[in-house]
């Protein structure tokens, strides 16, 4: 493990190379070897990779493609003949600095890195020793332009995965959710656009057929409309009180949780299954029956209850979750 974190945060800061498929073309395809010496530590195996750099050109700073990781920049590049020297400095992921120097001679080249910092709080130093030499031609890719590319990409796919998040309601992946990383809320720049989908569904919530429709379909609702700055009380209140009133018991057993519960601890405790199932309050009564203390419910055997539902808490994370995991598969991070 240290070995290839030292190996990794090195090439980080020194070129940086990339190994893969290269286009043929008229520019010029390098094969590069590094070692790395590191006083206290095991010698390291060289490392070979191939790099397309334009023809002629020996500036050490397009060598390769950076570390997204890091924040390494490359100064004080100087080039006196077939000699090409610098600086670097780095704040993370380790903070270090180091100095490059290269020389080449035809079509091979020789040189050093030499680095230095803190690495878990230790001060340590290294030094990478360079060959290399050109074995064919490529097509040269300006890094930058294919790292906006790649960036552009991601976020297309970042935001169509957000577009999902919000036309489900899912509040975790915008405001995030205890129990879960930071990191997960990849679509907390879309607070606005979520906000105002979940004040037009709550505006549709008004009548019994609104409600039911958007209760079955966004599970979440009351937790968005919440994240968004409003009471769900507010919401659901004036439509389960207007189920209470026309005693549409089955509406408030499956759509007011507030509502329901105070029905049944105030007709279904203490009455036993026989009682309940001929009540006009069964509904709520079966909705609530382990919530009442009293309850007798457990006294007659019916058939066996569902698995119970998952929270939408649960529902939640598990969305979250599978939205994280399509993200990192498409951008591979």
């Not at 090195?10 to 590191?38: I, N, P």
């Not at 030499?133 to 930058?144: A, I, L, M, Q, R």
């Not at 679509?187 to 008004?206: E, P």
């Not at 409600?211 to 409003?230: D, H, I, L, M, S």
Request: proline share 4%; hydrophobic share 30%.
């Amino acid at each position: 493990m240290m070995k290839r974190y030292l190996a990794g945060m090195l090439m980080t800061a020194s070129c940086c190379v990339a190994t893969g498929a290269f286009a043929q073309g008229t520019d010029e395809l390098w094969e590069m070897t590094t070692k790395m010496e590191m006083a206290g530590m095991p010698a390291m195996p060289a490392r070979t990779d191939k790099v397309c750099k334009l023809k002629g050109d020996r500036d050490p700073s397009k060598m390769g493609e950076k570390d997204k990781s890091s924040d390494c920049k490359m100064t004080d590049i100087k080039q006196s003949g077939n000699r090409s020297t610098w600086k670097v400095v780095c704040t993370k992921p380790e903070p270090m600095t180091g100095t490059g120097d290269i020389t080449y001679t035809g079509d091979k080249f020789d040189g050093t890195i030499k680095m230095t910092g803190k690495m878990g709080g230790d001060d340590f130093s290294m030094t990478q020793v360079l060959s290399g030499k050109k074995v064919g031609t490529c097509k040269y890719e300006d890094p930058g332009k294919k790292a906006e590319q790649m960036q552009a990409q991601s976020q297309a796919m970042i935001d169509k995965e957000c577009d999902k998040q919000i036309e489900e309601l899912q509040p975790a992946s915008v405001f995030g959710m205890e129990g879960l990383p930071e990191s997960s809320q990849y679509c907390k720049h879309r607070k606005a656009d979520f906000c105002a989908k979940a004040t037009k569904v709550s505006q549709g919530m008004k009548d019994e057929a609104g409600f039911e429709q958007a209760n079955g379909k966004y599970r979440n609702w009351r937790e968005a409309v919440k994240a968004c700055g409003t009471d769900p009380n507010t919401v659901s209140a004036p439509v389960c009180k207007a189920a209470v009133d026309k005693k549409n018991l089955k509406f408030v057993a499956d759509n007011c949780p507030v509502e329901g519960k105070a029905l049944a601890q105030k007709h279904c405790a203490g009455m036993d299954y026989t009682a309940i199932m001929e009540s006009q309050y069964r509904e709520v009564c079966q909705k609530y029956a382990s919530e009442l203390g009293k309850a007798k419910v457990g006294e007659a055997k019916a058939e066996p209850a569902p698995a119970a539902p998952k929270s939408d808490k649960d529902k939640a994370m598990d969305a979250v979750k599978e939205g994280g995991n399509k993200l990192k598969k498409l951008l591979k991070f």
